[in-house]
């Protein structure tokens, strides 16, 4: 079973933890727009750009007939040729500009070498996930992955991060939760009694205070952290961690 208190499993958040989610959605919708526009939608691009982004303030990032909605609404019916264009153009950008966040396969290969299983815990649906996971070349790395599907709930609810657990074998003090969401990720993590990880570098809140065990501007920082807090000897700090929260600062 190992030593008592050592860490031995990590849990990622997947968008803008593990990849640049907002980036790549972003520069997927740019393409589609040019897309739909090139192919006969005569609409402003700025105003498209708002459409879009007020069906996905009302449906939310993962909905899937986004396009369709949007030609109907302004069309008053779906042009195939409109949408189809929208669709190649997304999904050709979409793949380009999915790509993981610098020192992601360093991170995850040194943590693997220390004997860390690893896992994923995302909100976005099964789908959406592995295919993810596909195209960055992540399939085979991560002992466990729990989505949406998986539990009918999303972070902070405890039920995720209990999952993610119960398929790794680890009690909560022996594990790590990794987010760019402090007040999903974070707190979720901790409701059950993990140490956690703030990922301040995908942060699109603009945090201030995080409420996690450590801060970081970089995934390298992790293997330092969890040779810190494995004890190991002599270890190699390829980054500067925040300091652990003290009791008094739970207090």
């Not at 189809?84 to 999904?91: F, L």
């Amino acid at each position: 079973m190992g030593s008592p208190g050592l860490i031995k499993a990590i849990i990622f958040d997947l968008d803008n933890t593990l990849t640049d989610f907002m980036k790549m959605k972003s520069d997927a919708i740019h393409a589609a727009i040019d897309g739909m526009i090139d192919a006969g939608l005569a609409l402003p691009r700025e105003l498209v750009r708002s459409r879009i982004d007020a069906i996905y303030q009302e449906q939310g990032l993962e909905y899937q007939r986004v396009f369709d909605q949007l030609i109907e609404s302004e069309l008053g019916h779906i042009d195939p040729k409109i949408l189809a264009s929208g669709i190649v153009a997304y999904r050709r950008a979409r793949e380009s500009a999915l790509v993981l966040y610098p020192h992601v396969q360093m991170t995850l290969l040194e943590l693997t070498k220390r004997g860390i299983r690893l896992g994923v815990v995302s909100d976005a649906p099964r789908a959406q996930v592995w295919l993810r996971l596909c195209s960055l070349a992540l399939q085979h790395v991560f002992d466990a992955v729990v989505t949406f599907e998986d539990t009918g709930e999303r972070k902070p609810s405890p039920a995720p991060f209990r999952e993610v657990l119960r398929r790794l074998g680890a009690e909560p003090e022996a594990a790590l939760m990794v987010g760019d969401w402090a007040e999903r990720d974070v707190v979720g993590a901790r409701s059950l009694g993990m140490k956690t990880v703030f990922a301040r570098y995908g942060d699109t809140f603009d945090t201030k205070e995080s409420g996690a065990d450590y801060d970081i501007d970089d995934v390298l920082e992790m293997v330092a952290i969890v040779d810190e807090l494995n004890g190991v000897a002599g270890a190699g700090s390829p980054a500067r961690a925040r300091a652990p929260r003290s009791q008094e600062e739970d207090a």
